[in-house]
């Protein structure tokens, strides 16, 4: 006995669709919004402003999580900038800030110890794994 099959696949485009992998699909959507609310408790909050300019500067499902103050930078690396012309950390207007050398660490002062410098590669050594697990229901269809 002799039983002839044929089998019909969706387009590739049509199953990354399906599984939320599009461009900025379910999957994509799901990790911007997870690195915004994961890194909240590891970014520096005097006001909350810089924790505030995340949430207003990403477009969720962008691919890209950004925090927008003038700030960010200096805060995210951690490292204290001066002013070249008179080393002190205020500069001028419009005055390119340089970091100081040698290299000083910030003291931040959020009464918090995980509040501090590289807070999204901090928060992605903890927390990769939820992200991974969360993106796999997603494309299992449980998400």
């Known amino acids: 006995m002799k039983i002839t099959a044929k089998l019909y696949l969706p387009s590739a485009a ?15 959507k799901y990790i ?4 915004l609310e994961q890194s909240e408790p ?13 949430t207003n500067a990403t477009k ?3 691919g890209q999580v950004i925090w927008d ?3 960010a930078h200096y805060m995210y690396e951690g490292l204290l900038m001066v002013s070249p012309s008179t080393g002190s950390s205020w500069a001028k207007k419009d005055e390119q800030k ?12 959020s009464g918090d110890d ?7 590669d901090r928060m992605m050594i903890d ?5 991974i697990k969360g993106c796999q229901k997603i494309v299992d269809g449980d998400g």
């Open 14 to 28: 049509k199953m990354i669709k399906n599984c939320g992998l599009d461009k900025g699909g379910k999957v994509q």
């Open 32 to 35: 911007d919004q997870f690195v």
């Open 42 to 54: 590891y970014i520096p909050h005097k006001t909350g402003n810089l924790v505030t300019s995340g």
């Open 60 to 62: 969720i499902g962008s």
């Open 69 to 71: 103050s003038p700030y």
């Open 98 to 109: 340089v970091y100081k050398e040698p290299p000083t660490k910030l003291n931040y002062h």
């Open 114 to 120: 995980n509040r501090k410098e590289k807070w999204f």
């Open 127 to 131: 927390r990769k794994e939820e992200l």
